[in-house]
T-cell receptor, first 111, second 114 residues
Framework: TQLLEQSPQFLSIQEGENLTVYCNSSSVFSSLQWYRQEPGEGPVLLVTVVTGGEVKKLKRLTFQFGDARKDSSLHITAAQPGDTGLYLCAGGMNRDDKIIFGKGTRLHILP | DAGITQSPRYKITETGRQVTLMCHQTWSHSYMFWYRQDLGHGLRLIYYSAAADITDKGEVSDGYVVSRSKTENFPLTLESATRSQTSVYFC?????????????FGEGSRLTVL
């Protein structure tokens, strides 16, 4: 059972375009994290959101946690080739200390 | 300032052999995790540890064994490797129990079971 569903699985767009990737669940999470992974490396944390409705910005990246804490989105404005990578959402639940990952969105920005 | 290191980075073995993947962290983080990453499945938790001598199963623990005699080390052993265990394995650490804490990952160990 996949608790966190990410969409789309793959996305290839031109440099300069905007995009949004989604992370959805039927479960409530106490926190949601977004990681980015480049080939041959481990994932690296981009952001953590903990409050329903929370919005965080990291330069051209905007992260939002759903009001009900069941979903999250990542919006990239004016995508650049350096944004290429695998984006993973990960959720933590109050009942334990584990982190569960979604399958990821593989993003490719064409120059 | 090594952080978290995994060894070996690449390993080829045969079905039925025992394999141990090593993970070492220099931060004294209490929590350590092992994940495997496969196409179509993302990162799946194998085992994790809250402290030395405390370990717990994740979602795909069958066929794997872990130990944590020292805070800084968290080896993962495949007792009798199978082809389905061909994967990239990532070790991670975290300061404490809070799920809001950042996971710090190693660079991964790519294991091929023939």
């Amino acid at each position: 059972t996949q608790l966190l569903e990410q969409s789309p699985q793959f996305l290839s767009i031109q440099e300069g375009e905007n995009l949004t990737v989604y992370c959805n669940s039927s479960s409530v999470f106490s926190s949601l994290q977004w990681y980015r992974q480049e080939p041959g490396e481990g994932p690296v944390l981009l952001v953590t959101v903990v409050t329903g409705g929370e919005v965080k910005k990291l330069k051209r990246l905007t992260f939002q946690f759903g009001d009900a804490r069941k979903d999250s989105s990542l919006h990239i404005t004016a995508a650049q080739p350096g944004d290429t990578g695998l984006y993973l959402c990960a959720g933590g639940m109050n009942r334990d200390d584990k982190i569960i990952f979604g399958k990821g969105t593989r993003l490719h920005i064409l120059p | 300032d090594a952080g978290i290191t995994q060894s070996p980075r690449y390993k080829i073995t045969e079905t039925g052999r025992q394999v141990t993947l090593m993970c070492h962290q220099t931060w004294s983080h209490s929590y350590m995790f092992w994940y495997r990453q496969d196409l179509g499945h993302g990162l799946r938790l194998i085992y994790y540890s809250a402290a030395a001598d405390i370990t717990d199963k994740g979602e795909v623990s069958d066929g794997y064994v872990v130990s944590r005699s020292k805070t800084e080390n968290f080896p993962l052993t495949l007792e009798s490797a199978t082809r389905s265990q061909t994967s990239v394995y990532f070790c991670a650490s975290r300061v404490g129990p809070s799920s809001t804490g950042e996971l710090f990952f190693g660079e991964g160990s790519r294991l091929t079971v023939l």
